[in-house]
């Protein structure tokens, strides 16, 4: 792991207060377009056809291709909550990696570093799926 000690848990903390918060704020707004939006984002990673661990698999994937590192963090998080394992993330992750390219690199690095913070007892306690 990386960074001085608590720095970890103060990252994981951080980011899962202003991703709560700041979704608070922007549903606090009566845009039905932005509702609409969040409701059918949370109802998309719900258990279907597919499983609620594969779906988020899925999410975690496609945000290391479109390299959006709050979206990574996140679908980290849930995938962890979802019970997937260090070699079905490594596995997911070579996905990413092999999708997107060399590009990927720095966000595949990001994404083990918060999946090592969850993995040492920092748990992000997302609230449920709400998007990144």
Excluded: W
């Amino acid at each position: 792991m990386s960074g001085a000690p608590g720095r970890e848990e103060d990252r994981v903390r951080a980011f899962t207060e202003f991703r709560q918060r700041m979704n608070q704020r922007i549903l606090a707004e009566p845009n039905q377009v932005v509702r609409r939006f969040f409701a059918l984002d949370t109802q998309t990673y719900q258990p279907g056809a597919l499983d609620v661990k594969t779906k988020e698999l899925l999410g975690l994937v496609a945000s290391l291709v479109l390299r959006c590192d709050d979206c990574i963090s996140y679908h980290v998080a849930q995938c962890k909550e979802a019970g997937v394992d260090r070699d079905e993330f490594f596995e997911a992750f070579s996905v990413g990696l092999v999708v997107g390219g060399s590009i990927v690199i720095p966000h595949l690095r990001r994404a083990v570093d918060f999946l090592d913070q969850l993995e040492a007892g920092e748990s992000a306690g997302m609230a449920p799926h709400d998007h990144g």
